[in-house]
């Protein structure tokens, strides 16, 4: 089979793994009285990002290589997530207990967050066997995994599941079925034969060094900030579009009763923004790639709390459109800047550095703090089966302001070398 083709399966399934529940959680944790807990699920995947993605990143370079670490870890993902959404399932709304829940989910995304990292390692590396360019071929191949992410929370969608733990069932089956897909990939070595090395070099923490060099260390912090913003509207947007249906003017309308599929067109963007990486990185270089993520994230929170479904529903659709530019323009262009900036050796460490800073502390810190300005701002209405109701306009502009304060910030801050191509140094 094609590389190409084995690759965008892979990245299928990746994303369709995650795509089944996260937009979509959060509906389902208000709906079994959990809506005050909704930012401790989310940051569940930061926490565990801040050591797993760097741990397994680790064990990928030097024990284990790194497709079958990618296998392992979705084998056990994949059942506790199972596990979870069973448990879901026989008990009744209100007799789900937050501690199980969330107990069984935690294990599940502690192995199913490094996987991100290893998912574009066992890319590059394949890429690279085979004499392609990573910055120039991932990239279309990374769009499948969008694809994937549309296509699962569509189904989740269509069948009527936003709301329930039926979700996590879908999630985990993915996730096995990916474990065993995993086990036709290519071998990728690891350096465990290699020559004798220090202590440092054989942990693997030789990535960490990284932070010497102002230019990264700088980089690394200000994803780390951006990372804050990653999960925002993962975790909120549903609960936040859901929470219309309390008012008579909205609650007939398609986007209050298909939240997700509102929600999906900013998967749709996605898949066309992450054509445009390659160009953008060589035309205007990492620091303005990056600025425009940021800046883009203040209009993607900012057209949320101008909007409304009806007459207001442009305002939402151009936020989806916003944010696939959001997102790949720092997700996707901050990992293969790091690739293009480290050693061959330490690619699945590096990755997984990059996943602590951003899908870890950064995503933990605004997660946490999202929730927070969430209950300070709105609350559950018995009235309404537990939709967060209240002034959530402000609670999205708080958002856009943070997101504008760090992009200022970072124009000023971080200096790029890059030389436009057509340019020249004394140009």
């Known amino acids: 089979m094609n590389t190409k083709v084995r690759l965008s399966i892979m990245n299928f399934l990746q994303f369709a793994v995650w795509g089944s529940y996260l937009t979509s959680m959060g509906s389902y944790l208000v709906q079994v009285g959990l809506g005050n807990h909704i930012g401790i699920f989310y940051a569940m995947q930061g926490i565990v990002s801040i050591f797993m993605p760097a741990l397994t990143g680790i064990i990928a370079d030097r024990w284990i290589p790194a497709q079958r670490m990618q296998g392992l870890c979705h084998t056990i993902a994949g059942l506790f997530m199972l596990t979870a959404g069973y448990y879901g399932m026989g008990n009744a ?4 207990a937050f501690g199980i829940l969330l107990s069984l989910y935690a294990v599940s995304v502690a192995f199913y967050m490094p996987t991100l990292s290893l998912t574009n390692s066992v890319s590059y590396y394949i890429l690279d066997s085979v004499g392609m360019d990573a910055v120039k071929t991932y990239p279309p191949i990374r769009i499948f995994g969008t694809i994937g992410f549309i296509c699962s929370m569509l189904a989740v969608d269509a069948l009527g599941l936003q709301s329930s733990s039926l979700q996590f069932c879908i999630s985990g089956g993915l996730s096995i079925l990916l474990a065993l897909y995993t086990l036709t990939l290519p071998h990728c070595p690891t350096n465990s034969s ?7 070099e054989a942990l693997g923490l030789r990535a960490f060094a990284l932070f010497r060099r102002r230019k990264m260390a700088i980089f690394f912090l200000f994803s780390t900030m951006l990372g804050v913003s990653l999960q925002i509207t993962n975790g909120f947007a549903n609960p936040f579009i859901t929470s219309f249906k309390a008012l008579p ?7 209050v009763n298909h939240a997700n599929a509102l929600i999906s067109i900013s998967q749709c963007s996605e898949t066309l923004c992450i054509l445009l990486i390659p160009f953008c990185l060589k035309r205007f270089g990492i620091k303005k790639v990056m600025l425009i993520a940021m ?61 602590m800073m951003t899908n870890g502390i950064g995503a933990t810190i605004g997660t946490l703090g999202a ?18 109701l209240g002034d959530w306009d402000t609670v999205w502009f708080i958002f856009a302001t943070y997101a504008l304060i760090v992009g200022v910030t970072f124009a000023i801050v971080f200096k790029d070398d890059h030389t436009p191509k057509g340019t020249t140094e004394n140009a």
């Open 93 to 96: 709304p209100e007799g789900v």
């Open 371 to 388: 929730q927070w300005v969430v209950n300070r701002f709105t609350y559950p209405s018995p009235d309404y089966g537990g939709l967060l």
């Open 249 to 255: 003017e909205y609650a007939s309308t398609f986007g």
């Open 194 to 200: 290699s020559q004798k090395k220090s202590l440092a």
């Open 295 to 355: 800046f883009a994230w203040v209009l993607r929170f900012g057209l949320f709390g101008l909007g409304n479904p009806g007459n207001g529903v442009w305002m939402f659709i151009l936020s989806m459109i916003v944010y696939g530019v959001a997102f790949d323009f720092f997700n996707v262009s901050g990992s293969l800047f790091v690739d293009k900036e480290t050693h061959n050796e330490l690619r699945s460490s590096a990755q997984g550095l990059f996943m």
